[in-house]
């Protein structure tokens, strides 16, 4: 079975501040990894995927993800902090990559951008 | 991007009513759903996937006959939570897959269903 950790229930950052947001998985065979973020009242985006390759990922809003797979990891980051940043951000492991295959979720991090 | 629109985004039911809630995909057709259970404080969970013009897939532990899943057109899913418990309180998003990879997956803007 595949599993998705988030340790964090919540990260504080200031504005212009990197930020990083952890997440491991555990999963038999290659991962598929995703981050999405869930702003208030609002669907779950798509922010960033590993498939393959290389293993620092780059997607949308400034983010990037670092693919350890010896660590079992891909954590979230951002160069600097922006307040609108702030929202729930969820990393999940995908069974594989063609639509109807499923997705496993981490538990949520909120992140917290103060001015 | 596509737009999934999700109907309605709060409801408060008493214990023993049903509660339907809808999915639609706006510009696009989606022959497959996702539907999802997510508690405070808790992972998303993927509870079934709706296909278009079949029976849907649930996951293990989801009660079929007490959450009641149609796909009748390519832009509509329903959830119906059928004689509704204050267990039951939750928040359920959909989910729609365009084109062929997953991170085409756009979301409803979800449900918070209270059961009194």
């Known amino acids: 079975a595949q599993s998705v950790a988030q340790p964090e229930d919540q990260v504080n950052v200031a504005e212009g501040n990197p930020l990083t947001v952890k997440c491991t998985y555990s999963v038999s065979g290659n991962p598929y990894l995703f981050w999405y973020v869930q702003y208030p009242n609002r669907g779950l985006q798509f922010l960033l995927k590993y498939i393959t390759g290389d293993n620092l990922v780059k997607g949308s809003y400034g983010f990037e993800a670092e693919f350890n797979k010896s660590q079992t990891s891909f954590h979230l980051k951002k160069p600097s902090a922006l307040v609108s940043d702030s929202a729930l951000y969820f990393c999940a492991v995908g069974k594989g990559w063609n639509a109807g295959n499923m997705l496993t979720f981490g538990g949520g991090t909120r992140l917290m951008v103060k001015p | 991007g596509a737009v999934v629109s999700q109907h309605p985004s709060r409801v408060i039911c008493k214990s023993g009513t049903s509660v339907k809630i809808e999915c639609r995909s706006l510009d696009f057709q989606a022959t497959t759903m996702f539907w999802y259970r997510q508690f405070p404080k808790k992972s998303l969970m993927l509870m079934a996937t709706?296909?278009?013009?079949?029976?849907?897939?649930?996951e293990q532990g989801v009660e079929k006959d007490k959450f009641l899943i149609n796909h009748a057109s390519l832009t509509l899913s329903t959830l119906t939570v059928t004689s509704a418990h204050p267990e039951d309180s939750s928040f359920y998003i959909c989910?729609?897959?365009?084109?062929?990879?997953?991170?085409?997956?756009?979301f409803g803007s979800g449900t918070q269903l209270s059961v009194l």
């Open positions: 709706s296909n278009e013009g079949s029976k849907a897939t649930y």
């Open positions: 989910s729609a897959p365009v084109g062929g990879l997953n991170e085409k997956l756009f």
